[in-house]
């Protein structure tokens, strides 16, 4: 996939919209070293370290409006595919792997090492305009008051971002590929599971509206999260700031 390398930039997801308004459909990368105004989800500030990764995937999506959370949830999997791919045996074996946080954050011992934003723009023609955008603490985390970071250097796993990057666009079309064949999701949903937190860890789900506690359930057959309340009741979570133990997101 071809790559766009840039030294400094405001966002990469931003460059990249602009680059898929002007008519490129992608693949596309947007790699760059530092962003002044990096983004992440909920309208959160993205801190942009130096060697760290900062990249985006421009693409054209054939799907349905409810099939978004998907594309999240493979975003996510690629990612953490791409990380355990550039980790060496012993750093595997010596340390604690990243772990998926519902709906794409990556967490090592309960403090988040990578994000991904997916935003997508409706076409006339039916399909969307994608960006899927990557950030990964690499070398070095940033020191944000009530947010645990870590990077993946202080976990043993030393990359660089374009050889990251490398990984990521890999895992990315294998994920695809996945999402395509018959019953694609439930196997992306597998691997995705396999790669998160367990079944019953206690969680906060802040939407907007309420805050919810309880316990981890699952993901349903769109990708929603499941959560089991205090109460007992299970809840289907579409939107929502997720936070565990330990997690004051």
């Known amino acids: 996939t071809p790559v766009i390398q840039l030294g400094e930039i405001g966002s990469t997801n931003v460059e990249a919209l602009r680059i898929g308004a002007n008519g490129n459909v992608g693949p596309l990368w947007i790699l760059a070293d530092r962003q002044t105004a990096g983004r992440g989800r909920i309208g959160r500030q993205w801190f942009s370290l130096s060697g760290n990764l900062h990249a985006s995937l421009l693409l054209t999506l054939w799907c349905e409006a409810e ?30 792997p990243p772990i998926l946080k519902w709906p794409n954050d990556l967490l090592i011992e309960n403090a988040k ?99 919810c506690r309880g316990e981890f359930a699952g993901l349903d057959d769109d990708g929603a999260l499941l959560l089991k309340t205090d109460a007992g009741k299970l809840r289907r979570i579409t939107f929502g700031d997720v936070s565990t133990i330990g997690d004051d997101e």
């Open 67 to 96: 099939e978004i959370t998907q594309i999240s949830l493979l975003a996510g999997s690629a990612l953490a595919d791409a990380i355990n791919a550039v980790a060496t045996p012993a750093s595997r074996s010596a340390g604690s």
């Open 113 to 211: 090492c990578a994000g991904v934003l997916v935003e997508t723009t409706a076409l006339t023609n039916g399909s969307y305009r994608g960006v899927l955008g990557f950030g990964v603490n690499i070398d070095k985390a940033p020191d944000i008051a009530g947010r645990p970071s870590t990077s993946l250097r202080e976990n043993g796993i030393h990359t660089t971002p374009s050889a990251l990057c490398a990984k990521l666009d890999q895992a990315a079309r294998a994920a695809f590929k996945t999402l395509a064949a018959n019953e694609g999701f439930k196997q992306l949903k597998q691997g995705w599971l396999s790669q998160s937190m367990p079944l019953g860890s206690p969680l906060t789900v802040t939407t907007g509206r309420e805050v």
